[in-house]
């Protein structure tokens, strides 16, 4: 049961770790536990969660022990200090169609939090929730849902990565009335994970002005033609476009109609760490924790998330880099230790403006070859 702690719960994110199987000989894992370590040091949360795309699950199917003993490496630093963790379900971890057997497994393994509790035909593997009770244990005072936002569309080219679909938000609206009768009639303060972003995000950007092109952030898909920047007032660190869903399919809405909902937590995309408020809701998103798949340099990161049993409905949160830790990285070469969040940016622009300077070029080129051909057709020199 999770409680309240000297009118405190804390929690403790991580986000898309990606581990695999080499784990054991890799310096990838050795940095990751060591900011696992620092980060449960310095913040002693009361709770942890896995934002998804936690482990490989490539071999699930064919070493389902191979993938347990990795995905209790992984936790090993949080269950040895006898702290709860929650895992979600990335888009990765439905890649290879054994989600059930990842569920199944991480619900075995002790101390770690993911089970369905979906009937069998909602959509996803491991929608859950948890509630946060009085410090005497008897009363639910806080929610926590655990959302699984699936893996790619139906139609890849009218949406590319999947969206929670509408039996998962009746589920949740049904659940969350529920809540609301033992609350007293009113919503119950609650918090959601979920690996993929609602489109709303978005919203935390504005369009960057010409000059401000060498800061800006390049839009995903049907966005890739505007460059964003985060609107005042949000924080962090806005690295890449966010791979959100290209429809939307109502989930913040129902948010917003069922109440309660304080802040969202998301995974996903391994660069952006930035965080803001939209329509009164909290969007806050996790880079990766790790340095298996694209990583920022020495930029993994946590974000501690503080709440006040006094006052239910706020909260705070910080966010720590793997350098500001103090710690020292191994498994990334000099150049890509030392690159800045920046100059990661800046490299996918300058790839970006080569680009069209490239396509330029070529059409000038071509032009200028029909011309030349057509005057020699005429008779010039
Ligand atoms: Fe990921
Ligand atoms: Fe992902």
């Known amino acids: 049961m999770l409680k309240f702690n000297n009118g405190k719960f804390k929690i403790l994110i991580f986000g898309d770790i990606h581990e695999t199987y080499d784990y054991k000989t890799n310096p990838k894992f050795k940095d990751m536990q060591k900011l696992m370590n620092a980060a449960l040091e310095e913040y002693k949360p009361d709770l942890c969660v896995l934002m998804g795309d936690n482990c490989s699950t490539g071999e699930v199917e064919k070493d ?18 006898k702290i709860p963790v929650a895992a979600i379900l990335g888009n990765h971890e439905h890649d290879h169609g054994a989600e059930d057997k990842v569920v199944e497994i991480c619900n075995s393994i002790e101390g770690l939090i993911m089970r369905n509790d979906t009937p069998e035909e909602i959509t996803g593997n491991a929608n859950f929730k948890e509630l946060i009770y009085s410090e005497d244990g008897k009363t639910p ?37 529920k809540l609301r009768e033992i609350n007293g009639g009113v919503p119950m303060p609650a918090f959601v994970f979920q690996h993929i972003p609602v ?50 399919n109502g989930q913040f809405a129902s948010w917003k109609r069922v109440g309660g909902i304080l802040a969202a937590f998301f995974g996903h995309d391994h660069l952006n760490d930035f965080s803001g408020y939209f329509d009164d809701i909290y969007l806050a998103q996790h880079k990766t924790s790790g340095f298996r798949a694209y990583t920022d340099g020495c930029h993994s990161m946590v974000r501690c998330v503080t709440i006040d049993e006094n006052n239910l409905n706020s909260f705070t949160d910080e966010i720590k880099h793997f350098k500001e830790f103090g710690l020292k990285c191994e498994c990334l070469g000099p150049i890509f230790r030392n690159f800045t969040d920046r100059e990661s940016r800046n490299i996918h622009i300058a790839a970006d ?23 020699r057709k005429n008779g010039k020199k």
Request: with cysteine.
């Open 64 to 81: 389902p022990d191979g993938f347990k003993k990795m995905m209790e490496a992984v936790i090993k630093p949080i269950t040895d200090r």
């Open 141 to 177: 005072e806080f929610c926590l849902w655990f959302i699984d936002s699936n893996n790619l569309g139906e139609d890849k080219d009218v949406c590319h990565y999947d969206y929670v679909h509408s039996d998962q938000i009746r589920w949740f609206e049904d659940e969350s009335a």
């Open 199 to 248: 489109p709303e995000e978005y919203k935390l950007f504005r369009k960057a002005k010409i000059w401000e092109l060498p800061w800006a952030t390049r839009g995903f898909r049907g966005k890739s033609d505007t460059f964003y920047m985060l609107k005042n007032g949000c924080k962090g660190y806005l690295g890449e476009g966010p791979c959100a869903p290209d429809i939307n």
């Open 353 to 375: 403006a080569l680009y069209v300077l490239g396509g330029v070029a070529t059409a000038l080129i071509g032009i200028k070859h029909i011309k030349s051909r057509g005057e």
